[in-house]
């Protein structure tokens, strides 16, 4: 049997994986013809492959990995959680230790009147809890019909059929007849990609505004809530303008509106505060929770809810949950990532050490005649590639060729830096230093010459006309 330790040859574990492993958000046979990258060990911001390379992990696997790899703390917490007690529920009238502990911590970290926690097992499941938390409080205080759901083109908010629905990515919505009845798409605050000829501020004025006008359309006694990311991170880390945010905020109030963040990337210090929405200023009612909130160590999300909603929720029956909702090794493991991260200041290390370090890279790597400017809001950040800085033109030929191209230099330097369509996107763990920085720009750099050089040789630094 191969075991984890002691595994076949890459090439003999690739014909496995592509025998029997279908992969999420792949195209399977692409994958099987070229082999998957096999990841054996990692160790603080460094993954080792199958083949030895050591590789810079600028995406923190997803996201999550928060405190980097290799806490023996979390390895520990979750040993001793599974020795005490593996599983139990959390229906029928029944509680356990770590739930009881992580639920009332979070309440503590959640600013204003947050102080209420569902849990699931993932961000989409947590985004599922909401469309029916939502839908259910309204339904109690005896507005059924307040059930509309407004979100955002191309906002990420899961893959499960509610929360992809919620989601704006419109290839998802074509597979599996999504979105569900009742959810609703504005524009993104996108000014790079979107804004024209518009300043920043006034577009990000103009795309708050196109929620008013969907309110006013649906009619507000018909709209339950408004749910966006703080800083878009699937779609491209898009760090709207300043005046966005205050403006979405001040029309929730309006026309009374549950306003939901999903904070599944930006919590836990992402953005150099606990929330995003403490970066954006806004308060809202509910706050979707997982990736960082283990740092990925263990599968764990939830919604932290007001103690408004909480108080009519909790007055009736809630008929939903699931089987690892508040699971107790997942919830030692996020108790204890909570703790570290209050007790190494790992959010002031990012405000004060790591943003700025990044900050000052990324913005030299924007001299780099293939970058656009740079979008970065703490440690979440994206460069936009493009043939024509000035007019921030797309390239000429399908949108994401470019990218994908950069990745793959990236990757062939041992750098891990995604794509979306012709974004370059970065999302270290949290503890990365300033000399890790100065490594992820040489290893960037040379991954956007080579890009450079590539496109100059196949002729397809045009922009789109
Ligand atoms: N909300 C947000 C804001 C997310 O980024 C989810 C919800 C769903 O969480 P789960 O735990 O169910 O995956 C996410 C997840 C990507 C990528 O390609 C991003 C996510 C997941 C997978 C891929 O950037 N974000």
Same mark, same amino acid.
């Given at each position: 049997?191969?075991?984890?330790?002691?595994?076949?040859?890459?090439?003999?574990?690739?014909?496995?994986?592509?025998?029997?492993?279908?992969?999420?958000?792949?195209?399977?046979?692409?994958?099987?013809?070229?082999?998957?990258?096999?990841?054996?060990?990692?160790?603080?911001?460094?993954?080792?492959?199958?083949?030895?390379?050591?590789?810079?992990?600028?995406?923190?696997?997803?996201?999550?990995?928060?405190?980097?790899?290799?806490?023996?703390?979390?390895?520990?917490?979750?040993?001793?959680?599974?020795?005490?007690?593996?599983?139990?529920?959390?229906?029928?009238?029944?509680?356990?230790?770590?739930?009881?502990?992580?639920?009332?911590?979070? *309440?503590?970290?959640?600013?204003?009147?947050?102080?209420?926690?569902?849990?699931?097992?993932?961000?989409?499941?947590?985004?599922?809890?909401?469309?029916?938390?939502?839908?259910?409080?309204?339904?109690?205080?005896?507005?059924?019909?307040?059930?509309?759901?407004?979100?955002?083109?191309?906002?990420?908010?899961?893959?499960?059929?509610?929360?992809?629905?919620?989601?704006?990515?419109?290839?998802?919505?074509?597979?599996?007849?999504?979105?569900?009845?009742?959810?609703?798409?504005?524009?993104?605050?996108?000014?790079?990609?979107?804004?024209?000829?518009?300043?920043?501020?006034?577009?990000?004025?103009?795309?708050?505004?196109?929620?008013?006008?969907?309110?006013?359309?649906?009619?507000?006694?018909?709209?339950?809530?408004?749910?966006?990311?703080?800083?878009?991170?699937?779609?491209?880390?898009?760090?709207?303008?300043?005046?966005?945010?205050?403006?979405?905020?001040?029309?929730?109030?309006?026309?009374?509106?549950?306003?939901?963040?999903?904070?599944?990337?930006?919590?836990?210090?992402?953005?150099?505060?606990?929330?995003?929405?403490?970066?954006?200023?806004?308060?809202?009612?509910?706050?979707?929770?997982?990736?960082?909130?283990?740092?990925?160590?263990?599968?764990?999300?939830?919604?932290?809810?007001?103690?408004?909603?909480?108080?009519?929720?909790?007055?009736?029956?809630?008929?939903?949950?699931?089987?690892?909702?508040?699971?107790?090794?997942?919830?030692?493991? *996020?108790?204890?990532?909570?703790?570290?991260?209050?007790?190494?200041?790992?959010?002031?290390?990012?405000?004060?050490?790591?943003?700025?370090?990044?900050?000052?890279?990324?913005?030299?790597?924007?001299?780099?005649?293939?970058?656009?400017?740079?979008?970065?809001?703490?440690?979440?950040?994206?460069?936009?590639?493009?043939?024509?800085?000035?007019?921030?033109?797309?390239?000429?030929?399908?949108?994401?060729?470019?990218?994908?191209?950069?990745?793959?230099?990236?990757?062939?330097?041992?750098?891990?830096?995604?794509?979306?369509?012709?974004?370059?996107?970065?999302?270290?763990?949290?503890?990365?230093?300033?000399?890790?920085?100065?490594?992820?720009?040489?290893?960037?750099?040379?991954?956007?010459?080579?890009?450079?050089?590539?496109?100059?040789?196949?002729?397809?630094?045009? *922009?789109?006309?």
């Amino acid at each position: 049997m191969t075991t984890v330790s002691n595994h076949l040859p890459t090439a003999e574990l690739q014909a496995l994986d592509a025998a029997h492993h279908m992969h999420p958000f792949t195209t399977n046979d692409e994958l099987a013809a070229k082999g998957a990258r096999v990841i054996t060990r990692a160790k603080g911001i460094f993954l080792t492959d199958s083949e030895g390379n050591e590789i810079l992990d600028g995406m923190a696997g997803l996201w999550c990995v928060n405190l980097g790899y290799g806490r023996e703390e979390l390895v520990n917490a979750a040993t001793r959680q599974m020795r005490e007690l593996p599983f139990y529920n959390t229906f029928f009238m029944t509680t356990h230790v770590p739930a009881i502990a992580l639920a009332n911590e979070l *309440a503590k970290l959640a600013p204003d009147n947050l102080n209420h926690v569902f849990f699931a097992g993932s961000g989409s499941e947590a985004n599922d809890t909401n469309i029916r938390m939502v839908r259910t409080y309204w339904a109690q205080k005896g507005q059924p019909e307040k059930s509309h759901i407004i979100s955002r083109k191309n906002s990420y908010h899961g893959s499960s059929v509610g929360s992809g629905s919620l989601g704006g990515m419109t290839y998802m919505h074509a597979q599996g007849g999504l979105p569900i009845p009742g959810i609703h798409h504005i524009g993104q605050p996108d000014w790079w990609a979107e804004g024209g000829d518009h300043t920043p501020e006034a577009f990000g004025l103009a795309r708050a505004q196109e929620l008013e006008t969907m309110i006013l359309d649906l009619g507000a006694e018909k709209v339950a809530a408004f749910i966006g990311e703080p800083v878009q991170g699937a779609g491209g880390v898009i760090v709207p303008p300043s005046t966005y945010w205050p403006e979405i905020q001040r029309i929730c109030d309006k026309y009374d509106v549950l306003l939901i963040a999903d904070e599944v990337i930006c919590g836990f210090g992402r953005t150099g505060n606990w929330f995003g929405s403490q970066t954006m200023g806004i308060k809202p009612d509910i706050m979707t929770i997982a990736k960082g909130l283990s740092s990925g160590y263990a599968p764990i999300g939830g919604s932290i809810v007001s103690d408004e909603i909480a108080e009519v929720i909790n007055a009736g029956e809630f008929n939903h949950g699931y089987t690892y909702s508040g699971h107790p090794v997942c919830a030692a493991v *996020a108790l204890e990532n909570l703790r570290i991260l209050q007790e190494e200041n790992i959010i002031d290390h990012v405000r004060d050490v790591a943003h700025p370090a990044l900050k000052a890279g990324l913005d030299k790597l924007a001299e780099h005649p293939l970058v656009g400017g740079v979008n970065l809001s703490g440690l979440m950040g994206s460069l936009p590639l493009t043939p024509h800085k000035e007019s921030r033109a797309k390239f000429a030929g399908q949108t994401g060729t470019v990218g994908y191209m950069c990745r793959e230099r990236c990757f062939a330097n041992n750098l891990v830096m995604r794509h979306v369509g012709d974004r370059m996107i970065i999302s270290p763990p949290l503890v990365i230093t300033e000399a890790e920085i100065e490594e992820f720009m040489r290893r960037a750099n040379k991954a956007l010459d080579e890009t450079y050089t590539a496109l100059k040789d196949k002729d397809m630094l045009k *922009a789109a006309s």
